[in-house]
């Protein structure tokens, strides 16, 4: 559990593998019913840099909505289009959203009650059709290339961000966190 001063929220970031999905639309009505008050969303854990990566995109768009700059009607797909870096919905569910091949899930959640974060992570975990493996966040070799792809990273960005001495996860990170940053800018 992340605190959220600033907005007065807290953010939970869980991951899970094995995860089996015979209906998405299913599936993400049953976490949603089964998580009232809270703006939860889902992704591909394949495609996420890290907790921090989902942190920024967390922040950005509790920050939208704070200066009514949001984009989408719901803190939920506003989450999503910043970790995504876009503007259009479907292009950012196409990137990172649930599909029903995907194995490995990131599910984030925001909600202002302290008090409740433990029994939703809880509930969450009894929901979803896999184990609790928050390592999906993490590197693994195999994420470079679909980071690197998805996000449209250069090679020059690469150099300029490795330079500084980080590895290539934490310079993907990096960028990941910056393509969030990069949204507001674009308005």
Not at 28 to 43: A, E, H, I, P, Y
Not at 69 to 78: A, D, G, K, Y
Not at 109 to 125: G, H, L, P, R, Y
């Amino acid at each position: 559990m992340i605190e959220l001063r600033e907005f007065n929220k807290f953010l939970s970031i869980l991951g899970f593998r094995e995860v089996r999905v015979s209906s998405v639309n299913d599936f993400l009505n049953q976490l949603r019913k089964g998580t009232r008050n809270v703006s939860l969303q889902v992704f591909d854990a394949n495609y996420i840099a890290g907790t921090k990566h989902l942190l920024f995109a967390a922040l950005n768009a509790l920050n939208a909505f704070e200066q009514n700059q949001n984009i989408s009607q719901n803190l939920e797909v506003e989450i999503l289009l910043y970790a995504s870096g876009q503007r259009q919905i479907s292009k950012a569910i196409d990137m990172l959203g649930l599909k029903q091949d995907i194995t490995e899930i990131a599910v984030a959640f925001v909600t202002a009650n302290k008090d409740d974060v433990k029994e939703i992570e809880e509930e969450i975990s009894r929901i979803v059709p896999g184990k609790r493996d928050d390592s999906v966040l993490d590197f693994r070799e195999e994420k470079v290339g679909r980071l690197i792809e998805a996000f449209g990273v250069t090679d020059l960005e690469l150099e300029a961000v490795s330079e500084e001495g980080k590895s290539l996860w934490e310079s993907l990170v990096e960028i990941a966190v910056e393509r969030t940053a990069l949204l507001a800018i674009k308005r």
